[in-house]
């Protein structure tokens, strides 16, 4: 059975940094993609983030243009594990945020179709 876990979430002040943790079990995705999606409250969950391939050989690491150059992605393949470094923070940030996961891609996918599993989600809230 495979399983997601994230963890990290919680309030923190316009500004500031969070880091989120997701652990795969069950399932390794060392040549798949591993990414972070995010819904607020009466929104659509939203790619935010993922990785892809086997990043040391040059994989594939996306994000969405509301993140870029303030959140990072990266993973431990020996760990299974993929995590969201999140600098810079602002209230409209404020989301649960899910890990998702997927075996078989080289490229980071950003439909959530795409994603085969997903975690229960982890709550970020910015307060301004």
């Known amino acids: 059975q495979v399983q997601l876990v994230e963890s990290g979430g919680g309030l923190v002040q316009a500004g500031g940094s969070l880091r989120l943790s997701c652990a795969a079990s069950?399932?390794?995705?060392?040549?798949?993609?591993m990414g972070w999606f995010r819904q607020a409250p009466e929104k659509e969950r939203e790619f935010v983030a993922g990785?892809?391939?086997?990043?040391?050989?040059?994989?594939?690491?996306k994000y969405a243009d509301s993140v870029k150059g303030r959140f990072t992605i990266s993973r431990d393949n020996a760990k299974n594990t993929v995590y969201l470094q999140m600098n810079s923070l602002k209230p409209e940030d404020t989301a649960v945020y899910y890990c998702?996961?997927?075996?078989?891609?080289?490229?980071?996918?950003?439909?959530?179709?795409?994603?085969?599993?997903w975690g229960q989600g982890t709550q970020v809230t910015v307060s301004s």
């Open positions: 998702a996961a997927s075996s078989g891609w080289s490229v980071v996918p950003i439909m959530r179709p795409s994603y085969d599993y």
């Open positions: 990785v892809a391939g086997v990043t040391a050989s040059g994989g594939s690491i």
């Open positions: 069950g399932r390794t995705f060392s040549n798949g993609v």
